[in-house]
């Protein structure tokens, strides 16, 4: 429950000031500008207390954007939603800046006469407000058109509009994974997860059912669930037939998602939004395929001189290639030249950043290449040992370290003229590194 939404620039001024309830007066907007903006001290909490009311300020560029409210609100809620309203004005006029606010200050009040009723968040959905406010302002809309706009504001598709049609349907699926590692210089896995989420572009005409298929554990365990394929795939029970499995720690699903039939039927259902939108989030931490194994060997050669080896091994298929390859090997700070030698790619001693980086554009897998470096120290006073950071690493990979596997893919649409296989579907996974380090 929102009091008061304000805008104001970076001299303090406001720009946009909204109040939507009685307890919020106008010694609020001054209670901000003098606390926070104008403040002697930067401010780094994004949550302020100022004489028992809370301000929730987010900033973008030179301008500020403030939530105040006398209540004990959810501090998640009020800032998603500031982060909504910015997305919003973006899809509207494109970059947040004060020019810009000036120049659209009628159509912001109209979106937040329609995003906030009495301080509470309705409809922020962008598809939606564009069909019935425009830059021009709102859009004289027919019988039809309005029938349209209530059942999209009231109904429960509000991400899709009807009437939506294309030559070709086609659906794209990406999957994208994120593998953070911790390894010990034994090669010991101290901790390890991967972070992914599965990105979808639907091209689809009318308003079509989707199920989508995984190899989650829970799903695939269901007795009796989970038939069917993509691409003709004719295995009817992916459990029994010995196909790994992954198991989820925990997942976050996009709105059009039926949460009602993945507890039950555990098949995740949806009507698709139009264009590229984020299916799903989800985490895993056991049986992750590590791509890449670093091998450090770190000897100190007295005082003035280290030798660092390297060892960098592909854990993945042959068949497989692994891109877009950096390894970063720290140097202490008082290091004054650097010899190099590498069997693949290139190697270079970055002074800025006290770290040898080696590049490798593309490295096939079940391979090995090794760095060889002789550095060379200055003689420092200080007797405190180096502390040695961790070698970090980056790459890319055309395959789900966690195993993740999409098993099928359909399409139901009953009112137009086409079937599931009639959609052409496109799965592709990536692999990339989170953050990826071995201690030295």
């Known amino acids: 429950m929102i009091g008061g939404l304000f805008v104001y620039n970076h001299k303090g001024e406001v720009l946009i000031s909204r109040v939507y309830r009685d307890d919020i007066g106008r ?8 606390n926070v903006i104008h403040a002697r001290q930067q401010v780094r909490s994004p949550v302020t207390n100022i004489a028992r009311t809370s301000f929730f300020h987010i900033k973008r560029a030179n301008i500020w954007l403030a939530a105040v409210t006398k209540q004990n609100v959810n501090a998640a809620m009020v800032f998603e939603f500031l982060l909504k309203i910015i997305d919003v004005m973006q899809s509207y006029f494109g970059k947040i800046s004060e020019e810009n606010i000036k120049n659209n200050f009628v159509l912001i009040y109209e979106l937040l006469d329609e995003i906030l009723d009495f301080g509470y968040p309705q409809n922020s959905d962008t598809g939606v407000l564009k069909t ?8 004289s809309a027919s019988k039809e058109e309005q029938a349209q706009i209530t059942s999209q504001v009231t109904g429960q598709i509000g991400w899709r509009r009807e009437g939506i049609k294309y030559r070709r349907n086609e659906l794209f699926l990406d999957v994208l994974e994120y593998v953070n590692l911790l390894m010990s210089p034994q090669g010991q896995v101290l901790s390890a997860h991967v972070a992914g989420k599965v990105v979808m572009k639907s091209y689809l ?6 199920k989508f298929g995984i190899n989650d554990k829970i799903v695939m365990e269901a007795k009796g669930k989970g038939n069917g394929g993509i691409s003709g795939n004719t295995d009817s029970d992916p459990a ?3 196909k790994p499995v992954v198991v989820i720690d925990d997942c976050q699903f996009n709105q059009c998602v039926k949460l009602s039939k993945f507890e039950t039927e555990h098949s995740i259902s949806f009507i698709p939004p139009d264009g590229e939108f984020e299916l799903m989030r989800y985490r895993t931490t056991k049986d992750i395929s590590l791509p890449f194994r670093v ?7 007295g005082r003035t001189k280290m030798e ?3 060892v960098l091994k592909s854990n993945f298929k042959p068949s497989l290639l692994g891109q877009k390859i950096e390894v970063k090997i720290p140097t202490p700070l008082n290091t004054s030249g650097v010899q190099l030698i590498c069997l693949k790619g290139k190697a ?6 006290n770290a040898i980086v080696w590049k490798i554009k593309r490295m096939a897998g079940m391979k090995e290449t090794q760095l060889s470096a002789e550095i060379e120290l200055l003689e420092t006073d200080t007797k405190k040992k180096w502390t040695r950071p961790p070698i970090s690493m980056g790459f890319e990979v055309p395959f789900a370290p966690s195993g993740f596997k999409v098993r099928y893919l359909k399409v139901f649409e009953p009112k137009l003229n086409y079937s599931d296989h009639d959609v052409i579907k496109w799965v592709r996974y990536i692999g990339r590194s989170g953050l990826y380090e071995t201690r030295c």
Do not use: H, W
Request: a positive charge.
């Open 240 to 242: 029994r037939s010995g």
């Open 308 to 310: 660092v080896k390297v």
């Open 132 to 139: 019935f406010i425009t830059q021009q302002g709102i859009k």
């Open 348 to 353: 270079k001693y970055k002074a800025s950043e």
């Open 27 to 34: 010694n609020a907007v001054d209670a901000f500008r003098v």
């Open 205 to 210: 005409s009318g308003m079509p059912e989707c």
């Open 295 to 301: 091998i450090p060997l770190v000897r100190e050669v």
